[in-house]
């Protein structure tokens, strides 16, 4: 990967202090990106802004603890954190009562599916399936894209607290392909449209020659768990034919969610 491109740093939590040891680790780990194998020192001090001898410290001692591997004349995240990512018990749980069900949709269509929740205004993808000519969609399982350029992300956003709908229609919305939606009176026309039908569509708004469709599934309580979603290219791939088959496994996905929570309560 070149190492001239820039790379957006992710903003600390709020309350947290820039200047603590936490968030100089957080902002070291939160420098790579999905694409990237390996970071030198260098890069990592332009893309944190962080003093040599500062980071060159917090990096060894991310390696001492296991979290960062050398490799040659850099650094790569370990496998350890990904170790950690999976105990994280809400979206291992999602997943594995999820994952047959994007099966079935996989073997159904033979198109790429994929599990998202949102994650402030992205969708985060936690699973992913696709076959030999999946399509060339910009997604990958730990990656994010903005909400309101794709299906998934949409659909998430439509269920989110109006709150957070407002605040991501306030910003600016990025364009990410010629067809994104960046005119917030069309997008919340189309989060409309997406509580009224439970479901919602991409139109080579997150890529070019990409379409999607996407269906909530929705927790015990009433409220967004996650979105499922099927991708293929605009060349082969109607979006609008699966809708159906998208609603029915998005509602078994919610229907075992609901028994293994009332099973719980009754262990209890």
Do not use: W
């Amino acid at each position: 990967m070149p190492e001239a491109l820039a790379v957006p740093q992710r903003a600390l939590p709020e309350g947290l202090d820039p200047a603590s040891v936490l968030a100089k680790v957080m902002n070291v780990l939160e420098a790579f990106t999905p694409d990237d194998v390996r970071l030198s020192l260098a890069e990592l001090g332009r893309r944190t802004g962080m003093p040599k001898g500062t980071l060159h410290r917090i990096a060894s001692d991310l390696v001492l603890a296991g979290l960062l591997d050398r490799s040659g004349n850099g650094y790569r995240l370990s496998g350890k954190l990904f170790e950690l990512g999976m105990r994280a018990s809400v979206e291992r749980g999602l997943v594995e009562v999820a994952t047959p069900f994007m099966e079935d949709l996989y073997e159904l269509t033979h198109e790429t599916v994929h599990l998202g929740v949102r994650e402030g205004a992205e969708v985060m993808y936690v699973a992913k399936i696709g076959g030999h000519r999946q399509a060339r969609s910009p997604s990958r399982i730990g990656g994010r894209l903005p909400l309101h350029c794709t299906a998934i992300g949409k659909v998430l956003l439509a269920h989110a607290p109006e709150t957070v709908i407002r605040e991501c229609l306030s910003r600016p919305l990025a364009r990410r392909a010629p067809r994104t939606l960046t005119a917030p009176g069309v997008l919340r026309g189309q989060l409309e449209q997406i509580l009224q039908r439970g479901i919602g569509y991409e139109f080579e708004e997150s890529a070019v020659g990409i379409v999607c469709v996407a269906a909530p599934v929705l927790s015990p309580n009433g409220e967004i768990a996650a979105a499922v979603s099927i991708t293929g290219p605009v060349t082969r791939f109607d979006p609008q034919r699966q809708a159906g088959r998208l609603r029915a496994a998005a509602a078994g996905i919610q229907a075992t969610l609901a028994r293994r929570a009332a099973l719980r309560e009754t262990a209890e």
